[in-house]
């Protein structure tokens, strides 16, 4: 979300302007140490007139310094529109930046992404958000949770920090293959929505529940078919081990390729089977026994 129009909101009852054009209706309430905005609504417009965002909320609290604003309900139109929703928001009248604090939640309307913490800091000069605190973040694709977030408001690119869990669909959900795997790493993990990519840092391990499967590796990278939402390619480097029962393979490099669901592992030793030819359809398949060997 760009949330620029938090900026506009604060020099707009800081001093009474804003570079876009603002309708707004309020009632206010004065005392000699602050001003009280109860039920407002403000609305940006562009030099065409279209609406550009709105900011909603229930009570604004004008210091000298702050806005404290309660309930606050954002919206940001245009060709990545995003909601914003947090029960309790501050705005610096100096810089801009904005605190958002208790079930903070950011909605990209167009792809259903959403992000879910209790605290979020938005730096204006740099349009990041940031947070320390424990993140959750859904996708048609899956679930990924961990500890601290670094992001673009409209949530295209974003890293976690630490302890990630991510829940991945190897296949569109609902569709007869679809596997759910589960891959942990100590992070960080940075994920690219423009780009469908996703890559897993430091003691990466990934599980295939259904089938008890584990794959450990140092990184792990993947991509996704922008149409299908199908995983496309899984790369998989540093002490990777690949372990079903008690069959254990070693290598240096393990790719996957999700079309032909050929998995590749080089190293020592070097082994190649055709995951199409084995039960299941995730991102890894059962080792030796029926498959192509090098």
Same mark, same amino acid.
């Given at each position: 979300?760009?949330?620029?129009?938090?900026?506009? /909101?604060?020099? =707009?009852?800081?001093? %009474?302007?804003? #570079?876009?054009? +603002?309708? *707004?209706?309020?009632?206010?309430? $004065?005392?000699?140490?602050?001003?009280?905005?109860?039920?407002?609504? /403000?609305?940006? =417009?562009?030099?065409? %007139?279209?609406? #550009?965002?709105? +900011?909603? *909320?229930?009570?604004?609290?004008? $210091?000298?310094?702050?806005?404290?604003?309660?309930?606050?309900?954002?919206?940001?139109?245009?060709?990545?529109?995003?909601?914003?929703?947090?029960?309790?928001?501050?705005?610096?009248?100096?810089?801009?930046?904005?605190?958002?604090?208790?079930?903070?939640?950011?909605?990209?309307?167009?792809?259903?992404?959403?992000?879910?913490?209790?605290?979020?800091?938005?730096?204006?000069?740099?349009?990041?958000?940031?947070?320390?605190?424990?993140?959750?973040?859904?996708?048609?694709?899956?679930?990924?949770?961990?500890?601290?977030?670094?992001?673009?408001?409209?949530?295209?690119?974003?890293?976690?920090?630490?302890?990630?869990?991510?829940?991945?669909?190897?296949?569109?959900?609902?569709?007869?293959?679809?596997?759910?795997?589960?891959?942990?790493?100590?992070?960080?993990?940075?994920?690219?929505?423009?780009?469908?990519?996703?890559?897993?840092?430091?003691?990466?391990?990934?599980?295939?529940?259904?089938?008890?499967?584990?794959?450990?590796?140092?990184?792990?990278?993947?991509?996704?078919?922008?149409?299908?939402?199908?995983?496309?390619?899984?790369?998989?480097?540093?002490?990777?081990?690949?372990?079903?029962?008690?069959?254990?393979?070693?290598?240096?490099?393990?790719?996957?390729?999700?079309?032909?669901?050929?998995?590749?592992?080089?190293?020592?030793?070097?082994?190649?089977?055709?995951?199409?030819?084995?039960?299941?359809?995730?991102?890894?398949?059962?080792?030796?026994?029926?498959?192509?060997?090098?």
């Amino acid at each position: 979300m760009h949330i620029k129009p938090w900026l506009c /909101l604060g020099i =707009y009852l800081a001093v %009474g302007l804003c #570079a876009v054009p +603002v309708r *707004g209706d309020q009632t206010t309430e $004065s005392s000699p140490a602050s001003q009280q905005l109860q039920g407002f609504n /403000l609305n940006g =417009y562009t030099n065409t %007139g279209e609406k #550009a965002w709105d +900011v909603n *909320g229930t009570k604004a609290d004008i $210091s000298d310094t702050n806005i404290q604003i309660t309930n606050v309900d954002a919206n940001y139109y245009g060709s990545q529109e995003t909601n914003l929703t947090a029960d309790h928001g501050t705005i610096n009248k100096t810089n801009g930046d904005v605190h958002l604090k208790d079930n903070v939640v950011i909605t990209s309307t167009d792809r259903g992404t959403q992000m879910f913490t209790d605290h979020l800091d938005w730096n204006h000069n740099k349009d990041l958000v940031t947070t320390t605190d424990p993140v959750k973040i859904l996708d048609p694709q899956g679930v990924v949770t961990g500890q601290g977030l670094s992001a673009h408001p409209n949530l295209r690119k974003a890293q976690i920090n630490k302890h990630v869990k991510a829940m991945v669909h190897t296949q569109p959900e609902g569709e007869l293959n679809d596997q759910i795997i589960t891959i942990t790493c100590d992070g960080p993990m940075q994920m690219n929505q423009a780009t469908q990519y996703a890559i897993f840092i430091d003691h990466v391990v990934a599980v295939e529940p259904s089938t008890g499967r584990k794959l450990y590796c140092d990184k792990m990278e993947v991509w996704f078919n922008q149409a299908t939402k199908k995983i496309k390619k899984a790369v998989c480097t540093g002490h990777v081990k690949a372990v079903q029962g008690p069959n254990i393979s070693f290598a240096d490099k393990m790719t996957y390729e999700g079309e032909s669901q050929i998995l590749t592992m080089v190293g020592r030793p070097k082994i190649v089977f055709d995951a199409g030819a084995a039960k299941g359809g995730g991102l890894f398949q059962p080792i030796g026994g029926g498959g192509k060997k090098k």
